[in-house]
Nanobody, 126 residues
Framework: QVQVVESGGGLVQAGGSLRLSCTTS????????MGWFRQAPGKEREGISC????????HSADSVKGRFTISRDNAKSTLYLQMNYLKPEDTGMYYC???????????????????WGQGTQVTVSS
């Protein structure tokens, strides 16, 4: 059974930092590109950043470029999102998701993601 579990969310002041983690089990981590998404109350889910299966390439939304960094440790089957210079508009539920290499040659936030976590809440106060 595949499990995807996010952690590291919390309440932080604007300008602060958080590091999200996503651990997986039940899948071959290196066979999947990985992505982070977020959803703010009343808004649609937004793709933030994704990383190729081997960590060799990443893609990020303009809204987080220069502030958020995605990375992965395939030996630990874990995905990370380092979030710096947080803004109140970064508030939302953050989700980790796995995209099969067989479905997508390189990671794509607009592509299909097979497995999703339950999310971790990030709240940024002004």
């Amino acid at each position: 059974q595949v499990q995807v579990v996010e952690s590291g969310g919390g309440l932080v002041q604007a300008g602060g930092s958080l590091r999200l983690s996503c651990t997986t089990s039940g899948l071959t981590f290196g066979d999947y590109h990985m992505g982070w998404f977020r959803q703010a109350p009343g808004k649609e889910r937004e793709g933030i950043s994704c990383i190729n299966y081997n960590g060799a390439g990443t893609h990020s939304a303009d809204s987080v470029k220069g502030r958020f960094t995605i990375s992965r440790d395939n030996a630990k089957s874990t995905l990370y999102l380092q979030m710096n210079y947080l803004k109140p508009e970064d508030t939302g539920m953050y989700y980790c998701a796995a995209q099969a290499r067989s479905d997508q040659h390189v990671c794509s936030l607009g592509g299909s993601f097979r497995y999703w976590g339950q999310g971790t809440q990030v709240t940024v106060s002004s």
